[in-house]
T-cell receptor, first 114, second 114 residues
Framework: GAGVSQSPSNKVTEKGKDVELRCDPISGHTALYWYRQSLGQGLEFLIYFQGNSAPDKSGLPSDRFSAERTGGSVSTLTIQRTQQEDSAVYLC????????????FGPGTRLTVL | AQKVTQAQTEISVVEKEDVTLDCVYETRDTTYYLFWYKQPPSGELVFLIRRNSFDEQNEISGRYSWNFQKSTSSFNFTITASQVVDSAVYFCALMGGGADGLTFGKGTHLIIQP
């Protein structure tokens, strides 16, 4: 596809379960970003990948959150032992070479933890 | 630490009026980029503009214009002759020198009434 795609679009899970969120960036984009959007916190940066490596993971909210990127393309964000405060829309963005380039966002995954 | 402030949480105007969305930022970086994104009711963030810290020229794109003033750390966005389709949440964002992704403001909800 032409844009960033994310799956699933919606995920409802029970507290304590693990979830995996997937992001397919725009073809050829080397940089990939994860953000979280919630009513209380607004838009928060989580993690950034340049190629397959993430220089700084300190934006992840807790050690229950992890992310990986393989083959310089698809990325997965994993949340272990989900909590109700993890409920949010998780957004993925990608950009072409150059850290300051504009980021193109996907439609997001709405996560609801019951 | 970086910060973006959008003091206007919601603005409502009648169609064809001009409207300005304010953005004030804080950063210690000498090189940084400023962005505006639009989030329509459908939810997907749409890139509008990117500006680097060394270029203070104003920019105009159709009915949209941006005023960057380094002296006041502001990057304001004006829509001329507003239309109902401009109704959305608009986010101002900053990217500095670290691998921290975009720092977003809280957003301004713009309502254009017919």
């Amino acid at each position: 596809g032409a844009g960033v795609s994310q799956s699933p679009s919606n995920k409802v899970t029970e507290k304590g379960k693990d979830v995996e969120l997937r992001c397919d960036p725009i073809s050829g984009h080397t940089a990939l970003y994860w953000y979280r959007q919630s009513l209380g916190q607004g838009l928060e940066f989580l993690i950034y990948f340049q190629g397959n490596s993430a220089p700084d993971k300190s934006g992840l909210p807790s050690d229950r959150f992890s992310a990986e990127r393989t083959g310089g393309s698809v990325s997965t964000l994993t949340i272990q032992r989900t909590q109700q405060e993890d409920s949010a829309v998780y957004l993925c963005a990608s950009s072409s070479v150059g850290y300051y380039n504009e980021q193109f966002f996907g439609p997001g995954t709405r996560l609801t933890v019951l | 630490a970086q910060k973006v402030t959008q003091a206007q949480t919601e603005i409502s105007v009648v169609e064809k009026e001009d409207v300005t969305l304010d953005c004030v930022y804080e950063t210690r970086d000498t090189t940084y980029y400023l962005f505006w994104y639009k989030q329509p009711p459908s939810g997907e963030l749409v890139f509008l503009i990117r500006r680097n810290s060394f270029d203070e020229q104003n920019e105009i794109s159709g009915r949209y214009s941006w005023n960057f003033q380094k002296s006041t750390s502001s990057f304001n966005f004006t829509i001329t002759a507003s239309q109902v389709v401009d109704s959305a949440v608009y986010f101002c964002a900053l990217m500095g020198g670290g691998a921290d992704g975009l720092t977003f403001g809280k957003g301004t909800h713009l309502i254009i009434q017919p």
